[in-house]
């Protein structure tokens, strides 16, 4: 009988297990993982309330001064992640992330043997902690997005098919497995709960649902401020002007609903004054400083188009739902599609406006993540009804659009992709190349040589090498007597036709009598310049520490393992040293 409730309940959430299981063995087989689930910045922040409060006990720093040097601050001094506040620093991130993190945080704290140490919270325990728990609340989110998709009487095949979406054609599928501490998997469980209440407001027309609304919208909140926009999806979720008119009148009428639901949307806000005050002796704070919104100059375009950070670029799947709207129109269905694109676009007209509205270093337009079960809800609607003749090539599409999400989140993950600078030509450049030889391509620092003093120039000409023939192409030892002393840059340059299938590295390695003193490997694909698979003069410019006791040092520079057969024309390098 118990193993027959087991089996029961366990069935209820038997696609959202496959979906989970299906993610887990994508990502272990083909993308990876970072061994650092927490990361950095923004993940750290939301995470770090955790530690700060239950094994550093440095979360209280109200009656002691930033300028006092106490231990107390020693670690909270992180770059990007704590401000300075008048005379203590603040953690410029919510609580809420960690809070639903508590759980998971726990079973690693009280099965993790602690040092004291300032990386106490960081170790392996914790992290794979992390993991589990940001794949709970996605398996989490895909239920009750499942659950909304009922009250539309959506098809339970459709349903799964775009759950499936949710997961592998969406930037969600990265920020469950590489970066679990952000918080945008948490955002997407905690809007899916939200707008499903909402749902069943609107439905159901009970103000009991109102008042569990208004304490999800408080947690809303404490994930991440921003998302209070949630509100403005109100209009959309009643499905009419009439349900949505009777829903306002239905709580103003119920004073004493609306005074409850006031008040649980104050009791989960109140955790994070409650954080601030602990942090500043202040109970309202705006946490970000000197970060903020620019209404005036919103790159409204680039966040929804640009090869930078563009949905429609990095989740070209969700321009099924632009186009859903758009049948909508045509079917008029008006208020509809009206509410959700101006949804859509005031969301975007506010994530478009912050000061970085590229987000740092991110994949795809992050901000939007959270909202993920409300911008599907058009597709949704429309593939609802449409016959098998045409459901069957969109479904085609899919295919290829979670095919092209992964092997981008496999890029992202490997260096292929660059996480700030991407634009039209390097996109296209990449696209959809996984070889080892492309991790990196994109990521050269430019270098001003007009900045450098030229010691020493080697035009060494042509070079020509088989398949797995080994070459030195400069060899300096001690016993020449060159004086690299000051020398910091070191550029290669050479011609070839920059084949994708280029393979081969280049080799530099300087020692002197007892150890290794700088050490790089580098495809020499990187050195392209123009456009791959042309004839171009390569370049490649190498950086490292400033050589003192030049005399004592060997310099070798070859090329090692080459698996082709090339020959690169007029080879020179040059030795620099900044002026």
Partial sequence: MILNKIVSFFSLFVVELLIIISLLFVVNNFIGQHDDHIGFADG???????????????????????????????ATNKTGIY??????????????T?????????????????????????????????????????????????????????????????????????????????????SHVYSFFAISLFI?????????????????????????????QVNILVLFSLPFLAGSWADFKFGVELVFKNRKGLIFGIICFGLFVSFQFGFWYLQTGEFIIYSYQNEGFDFLQPAFFELLFSYQKGLFVYAPVLFLSVIASVVMILKKEYYLSLTWILFLLFINFVFSSWHDWGYGCSYGARPFIDYYSLLFIPFSIVINRMSKIVVLPVFLVTCFLSILTVTQ????????????NMNKEMYWSVFMETDEQFNGVLWRKSVDETDYHLIKNFSIGEVSFQYNEELILL???????????????????????FDREMTTKIHISIDDSTQNYFWHERPLLHFYTEKLGKYQEGKYNFSFPTIENSFSKSIVISIVKPGDKITLAELRIKFLKKE
Wanted: glycine share 4%; aromatic share 20%; hydrophobic share 40%.
């Fill in 475 to 497: 060899e300096i030892t001690p016993s020449d007597s060159i004086n690299f002393d000051g020398m910091n840059l070191l550029s290669i340059s050479f011609q070839s036709d």
């Fill in 83 to 96: 401000k300075k506040y008048k005379d203590f620093t603040i953690n410029k991130y919510t609580c809420g």
């Fill in 409 to 420: 989140t496999y890029q992202y993950k490997n260096y292929i992709l660059h996480w700030v």
């Fill in 44 to 74: 750290v922040g939301y995470y770090d309330y955790l530690p700060s409060s239950f094994i550093r006990h440095d979360i209280n720093r109200k009656d002691v001064k930033f300028s006092d040097s106490s231990s107390i601050y020693y």
């Fill in 98 to 182: 960690a809070i639903l993190q508590s759980p998971f945080f726990f079973l690693a704290y009280f099965s993790t043997t602690r040092t004291d140490e300032i990386t106490d919270g960081y170790q392996n325990e914790f992290q794979i902690a992390i993991y589990i728990s940001t794949i709970f609340y996605l398996f989490l989110g895909l239920i009750f997005f499942r659950k909304t998709l009922n009250l539309y009487k959506t098809k339970r095949s459709i349903i799964i098919w775009i759950q499936l979406l949710i997961v592998f054609s969406t930037s969600v599928i990265h920020y469950t497995a590489n970066e679990s501490a952000m």
């Fill in 196 to 224: 499903y209440v909402c749902k069943l407001f609107f439905t159901k027309k009970k103000i009991s649902y109102f008042i569990i609304a208004c304490g999800l919208l408080g947690f809303i909140f404490l994930l991440r």
